[in-house]
């Protein structure tokens, strides 16, 4: 089984096929959901029933603020890519390329002996492009 340096990942934001990577990356974290409808009836030995309806998926990022982050605007739709390991020379193994999100929030924190950081969320808009396993 394959273990993975989370200080190597790479988030990139922006226009499809120009993307850059969001400067200063401390975490990150990509959350799928699944809406479901109950479909319970008579017949099912008296255990409720789900059936999936609608996915959906969100990006939060964190990091180091920077006046240069000014492209990551609340309302911006922007291409998402995320690089587990990094995206060096050569790198293949991303975990999402071609998805679309729209920025919904942006904190700026600051805090008395602290680096000001930044927090950034994005809402899926579409299928998450996943990598194929490989």
Not at 60 to 73: E, P
């Amino acid at each position: 089984m394959a273990c993975y340096e989370g200080r190597n990942g790479v988030v990139k934001t922006g226009v499809v096929g120009s993307e850059v990577a969001v400067a200063q990356l401390t975490s990150y974290t990509i959350t799928e959901t699944a809406d479901t409808a109950e479909c319970t009836h008579f017949d099912t030995a008296g255990f409720r029933e789900y059936k999936t309806t609608f996915r959906s998926w969100e990006l939060s990022a964190d990091m180091v603020w920077d006046r240069q982050d000014g492209t990551l605007t609340v309302g911006s739709e922007v291409a998402i890519e995320v690089y587990p390991e990094g995206d060096t020379a050569g790198a293949t193994d991303w975990l999402i390329s071609g998805a679309v999100a729209i920025i919904t929030s942006m904190d700026v924190t600051g805090a008395t002996e602290d680096n000001v950081t930044a927090s950034v969320s994005m809402q899926g808009s579409g299928a998450l492009v996943r990598a194929a396993a490989g």
